[in-house]
């Protein structure tokens, strides 16, 4: 089993838009040949587009983008964006009139922290794939993670910086890799140790606020956070297969972040199978939980204080 990079994974370009000054940004999952597709929506609050497609049951068996942004519900605008570059390259579902890309995406909330008034639109979906092109991608105060923040259960005071994560493996030809935006209500823990990462933090005292003596304090604000990522594989997996191991991968979610799933987290699963190699199923599902767990630690582990949010980095 050996690290690699989750571009090493053929058939996928992934890139980032961000406008750093607005605290907001968009990253593109592209598979120009198709990929089967899944998704599992665990979250309270979810700002989500094109998932009900995505249902075993359902006609079309290949997508061709997933998109990840900030900006809310609003940010689901940047899929506009995948659509016009994926059409411009001849690249959709055949209708025989059209040829109708299939893009799916979530948006995380990031409205708070920037200007919530710019969010990811269209041009700023088309930029971030025309960076796929090139298929670099930078973690922490990047792409869809720009304006991510953790630990916000006891109030956005005491939040830190959250960001963009990846991490890949290889184990046999078995290529499994993630990529996760990660604007968490609760605290990133190491998925190993469980030592707190990013998280609620008072700054005057330079301490991490224990969570179980302040349950009382606890303030939930609707739909304010969300984890969103996506699984790639090389495995041949069908669309109730895909939507299974974007299931399990959220055992990484709890592995990496503590609390999980709340109400005011709308935290979304996508899986995208490039179908090159045979492989058990279970095999894939094990190696997804992993390595999300450790591109949720890699993004804020990557990420740098920024709108007034300390970073892992920095204490």
Not at 5 to 21: C, L, M, V
Not at 24 to 42: E, F, H, L, N, Y
Not at 53 to 79: E, Q, R, W, Y
Not at 90 to 118: E, Q, R, T, W, Y
């Amino acid at each position: 089993m050996k690290e690699i990079k989750i571009t090493d994974i053929k058939g996928i370009q992934i890139g980032s838009y961000e406008d750093a000054q607005a605290a907001t940004g968009c990253t593109v999952i592209i598979a120009k040949d198709g990929a089967t597709a899944g998704v599992d929506v665990r979250g309270g609050a979810p700002a989500t587009r094109e998932t009900d497609l995505l249902n075993p049951k359902n006609l079309v068996s290949k997508i061709h983008a997933i998109m990840l942004s900030g900006g809310s519900a609003f940010g689901l605008d940047a899929c506009s964006g995948a659509m016009q570059y994926l059409e411009e390259n001849d690249i959709g579902f055949d209708m025989h009139v059209a040829k109708v890309p299939i893009v799916c995406g979530a948006s995380l909330f990031d409205l708070s922290v920037g200007n919530p008034n710019i969010r990811p639109d269209k041009q700023m979906g088309y930029k971030a794939c025309v960076n796929s092109e090139k298929n670099e991608i930078l973690e922490g105060n990047y792409g869809a993670g720009c304006g991510a923040s953790v630990g916000k259960l006891l109030g956005p005071q005491y939040a830190m910086k959250g960001g963009l994560g990846t991490y890949a493996m290889d184990f046999d030809g078995v290529q499994v890799g993630a990529v996760v935006a990660v604007n968490a209500c609760g605290n990133v823990v190491d998925y190993q140790s469980r030592e707190i990462l990013a998280g609620t933090y008072n700054k005057q005292k330079h301490a991490f606020i224990d969570l179980d003596n302040a349950m009382q304090n606890i303030r939930q604000t609707p739909g304010a956070n969300t984890t969103i990522g996506c699984i790639v594989t090389n495995v041949k997996l069908d669309k109730a297969q895909c939507t299974k191991i974007a299931s399990i991968a959220h055992n990484g979610y709890a592995l990496a972040i503590s609390p999980v799933h709340t109400m005011s987290d709308g935290d979304t699963i996508f899986v995208m199978s490039t179908n090159e190699i045979e492989a058990e199923v279970d095999v894939v599902g094990i190696l997804a939980t992993k390595v999300m767990a450790i591109a949720i630690n890699n993004a804020v582990r990557k990420a740098k204080s920024a709108y007034g949010l300390l970073a892992y980095q920095d204490i």
